[in-house]
């Protein structure tokens, strides 16, 4: 069964540091994996797009890594900032589906504190 | 990226009235929308492929009588909850594709109903 695994479910940090987003994937094969922030009460909004043939990919103070032979993702988030308390969704699409088959992770809430 | 606009934010009904949920791509024509279903502190779970112009189809579990979807037009599709229940509260987001590997998500809306 196709599932993605994220971890901690929760986590709690102080402004300014880092911290580091786990995503285990058994989806195979995939065609990409990305990362959402999901504002609370919100849509998903992109972060992150990775084919299976890329190791990491930057979007500003966010970071994300793939290890394909491991099949484990991680997003890291540098400096952070009272603006990125949210949930953090990782997702696989498979590569034999469309987008309807976008398979997605229960997600990481993330508080950062002042 | 599309832009992706749901209407209402929120939304509170009685038990056993009608709810419709209006998702439009602004920027963009849409062939195919996709409804998810997002409750507290779960993934989004795909309900339907909203097809322009033909019918929607309808993830396994998903009754399709209950949650009739239209997509009348490139940029609009809409979720009717028909004869809601409690169990049907929760967070609904619908999702456009631009065909490449990106998909955009709606704001979201929150039923609740009692």
């Known amino acids: 069964k196709n599932q993605v695994e994220q971890s901690p479910q929760s986590l709690i940090i102080l402004e300014g540091k880092n911290c580091t987003l786990q995503?285990?994937?058994?989806?195979?094969?995939?065609?990409?994996l990305r990362w959402y922030k999901q504002d609370t009460g919100r849509g998903p909004v992109s972060l992150t797009i990775m084919t299976f043939s890329e190791n990491t990919k930057s979007n500003g103070r966010y970071t994300a890594t793939l290890d394909a032979d491991t099949k484990q993702s991680s997003l890291h988030i540098t400096a952070s900032q009272l603006s990125d308390s949210a949930s953090y969704i990782c997702v696989v699409s498979p590569f034999s589906g469309g987008y309807n088959k976008l398979i997605f992770g229960a997600g990481t809430r993330l508080a950062v504190h002042p | 990226g599309a832009v992706v606009s749901q209407h209402p934010s929120r939304v509170i009904c009685k038990s056993g009235t009608s709810v419709k949920i209006e998702c439009r791509s602004l920027?963009?024509?849409?062939?195919?929308m996709f409804w998810y279903r997002q409750f507290p502190k779960k993934s989004l779970m795909l309900m339907a492929t909203?097809?322009?112009?033909?019918?929607?189809?309808?993830e396994q579990g998903v009754e399709k009588d209950k949650f009739l979807i239209n997509h009348a037009s490139l940029t609009l599709s809409t979720l009717t909850v028909t004869s809601a229940h409690p169990e049907d509260s929760s967070f609904y987001i619908c999702s456009v594709t631009t065909g490449g590997t990106e998909a955009f998500f709606g704001q979201g809306t929150r039923l609740t109903v009692v």
């Open positions: 909203s097809n322009e112009g033909s019918k929607a189809t309808y």
């Open positions: 995503c285990n994937y058994t989806v195979s094969p995939f065609s990409n």
């Open positions: 920027d963009f024509q849409a062939t195919t």
